[in-house]
T-cell receptor, first 116, second 114 residues
Framework: GESVGLHLPTLSVQEGDNSIINCAYS??????FIWYKQESGKGPQFIID?????DKRQGQRVTVLLNKTVKHLSLQIAATQPGDSAVYFC???????????????FGKGTLLTVNP | EAGVAQSPRYKIIEKRQSVAFWCNPI?????LYWYQQILGQGPKLLIQ????????DSQLPKDRFSAERLKGVDSTLKIQPAKLEDSAVYLC????????????FGPGTRLTVT
């Protein structure tokens, strides 16, 4: 069936470096793609989203890139800090008949470790 | 603004026992979700409510899992009887309208079935 997957299960970076977390998706009908951050013992926290008709969206220290040609999504974190250490999930959201029935489908996650 | 509240935070039960989880969404959020997150995986949607009506329960194992949101606010998820494979974190989330907006997650309940 349709799924969202990640290229790398773990990523280790030095503090101050830029981080890039990748995600492949297979459902070309998805309307939105969302990145979540999940720290140990907490629920996922929204980071940034991008609509399917966009290629790039920037937030504070984060940028999401969407390449629909190869069905690839990436999250770039600038000047990575120890507080960025967490599991990062990409998720796709597609409507089912529109209205309020938008289902969120998560990938498996990438563990980001920031070394001081 | 208070976040999504869940209780208990941790629960250990033996297989074939019953367990219930409680969720209080963010005030005013009409849509409420229950997710199951098995260790090392992303959350999987179990059921979605819009006010007190079920919008999607296609992935809810209905032979053992049940959920309700009687007054359109708090919700309870029950497992009866529990199996070993039910060991997971159960996350509750809420959103204002349920459309393509941010879902706010609670801290989850970690269930261990022995």
């Amino acid at each position: 069936g349709e799924s969202v997957g990640l290229h790398l299960p773990t990523l280790s970076v030095q503090e101050g470096d830029n981080s890039i977390i990748n995600c492949a998706y297979s459902n070309s009908a998805s309307d939105y793609f969302i990145w979540y951050k999940q720290e140990s013992g907490k629920g996922p926290q929204f980071i940034i989203d991008i609509r399917s008709n966009m290629d790039k969206r920037q937030g504070q220290r984060v940028t999401v890139l969407l390449n629909k040609t190869v069905k690839h999504l990436s999250l770039q974190i600038a000047a990575t800090q120890p507080g960025d250490s967490a599991v990062y999930f990409c998720a796709e959201m597609g409507g089912s008949g529109g209205g309020s029935n938008y289902k969120l489908t998560f990938g498996k996650g990438t563990l980001l470790t920031v070394n001081p | 603004e208070a976040g999504v509240a869940q209780s208990p935070r941790y629960k250990i039960i033996e297989k074939r026992q019953s367990v219930a989880f409680w969720c209080n969404p963010i005030s005013g959020h009409a849509t409420l979700y229950w997710y199951q997150q098995i260790l090392g995986q992303g959350p999987k949607l179990l059921i979605q409510f819009q006010n007190n009506g079920v919008v999607d329960d296609s992935q809810l194992p209905k032979d053992r899992f049940s959920a309700e949101r009687l007054k359109g606010v708090d919700s309870t998820l029950k497992i009866q009887p529990a199996k070993l494979e039910d060991s997971a974190v159960y996350l509750c989330a809420s959103s204002l309208h349920g459309g393509p907006y941010e879902q706010y997650f609670g801290p989850g309940t970690r269930l261990t079935v022995t």
